[in-house]
T-cell receptor, first 112, second 115 residues
Framework: DAKTTQPNSMESNEEEPVHLPCNHS???????IHWYRQLPSQGPEYVIH???SNVNNRMASLAIAEDRKSSTLILHRATLRDAAVYYC?????????????FGQGTRLTINP | GAVVSQHPSRVICKSGTSVKIECRSL??????MFWYRQFPKQSLMLMAT?????????EQGVEKDKFLINHASLTLSTLTVTSAHPEDSSFYIC???????????FGPGTRLTVL
């Protein structure tokens, strides 16, 4: 299975943009790039996903490199509530139950 | 949106007792649910895949006789930690697979402390 690599931690200031990188150099053509985040003492929550094109939703934007070997999750204006561990996960583009393999993720700290 | 609940949210028990954790999909049916375990400062680790009406599939290294999984209906899966010991203390999280989007929806987690 293709693996993802993320920095262990990042820090940013409130109301500033945050760019969270993820490397997935062994990604295959059937892999979707998913991002989840886990707030303290809670289960993970879905953030965004994409395949080739950049994606935007109410929570974040996802920028995918042209070769798909890396992607960046963008929080346009961080708030204190965005402090969480962010996980970048590859999920195969096939129907049916698929296991999610969580790496260590990036622990994002937001300073007031 | 799809909501998954877990009960209880927190449980403290004595060593040697069994503890049952429920995972429910509240507004959708889930033929597949997943159980994860998370130790402090670590990532989630998949324990097993729970399929409605059939036996669960356990990940390597997870004892099926210790962690009993029952998925008796399309909205409920249960995880029973049998003869719990302090090393079983952890944060247990379930997820349910959406029927349309193939997305996993996570429960809020259950914190188990074994004394």
């Amino acid at each position: 299975d293709a693996k993802t690599t993320q920095p262990n931690s990042m820090e940013s200031n409130e109301e500033e943009p945050v760019h969270l990188p993820c490397n997935h150099s062994t990604i295959s053509g059937t892999d979707y790039i998913h991002w989840y985040r886990q707030l303290p003492s809670q289960g993970p929550e879905y953030v965004i996903h994409g395949l080739t094109s950049n994606v935007n939703n109410r929570m974040a934007s996802l920028a995918i490199a042209e070769d798909r070997k890396s992607s960046t999750l963008i929080l346009h204006r961080a708030t204190l509530r965005d402090a969480a561990v962010y996980y970048c996960i590859l999920i195969k583009r096939i129907q049916g139950a698929q296991k999610l393999v969580f790496g260590q993720g990036t622990r994002l700290t937001i300073n007031p | 949106g799809a909501v998954v609940s877990q009960h209880p949210s927190r449980v403290i028990c004595k060593s040697g007792t069994s503890v049952k954790i429920e995972c429910r999909s509240l507004d959708f049916q889930a033929t597949t649910m997943f159980w994860y375990r998370q130790f402090p400062k670590q990532s989630l680790m998949l324990m097993a895949t729970s399929n409605e009406g059939s036996k669960a599939t356990y990940e390597q290294g997870v004892e099926k006789d210790k962690f009993l999984i029952n998925h008796a209906s399309l909205t409920l899966s249960t995880l029973t930690v049998t003869s719990a010991h302090p090393e079983d203390s952890s944060f247990y999280i379930c997820s349910a697979l959406g029927q349309v989007s193939n997305e996993q929806f996570f429960g809020p987690g259950t914190r188990l402390t074994v004394l």
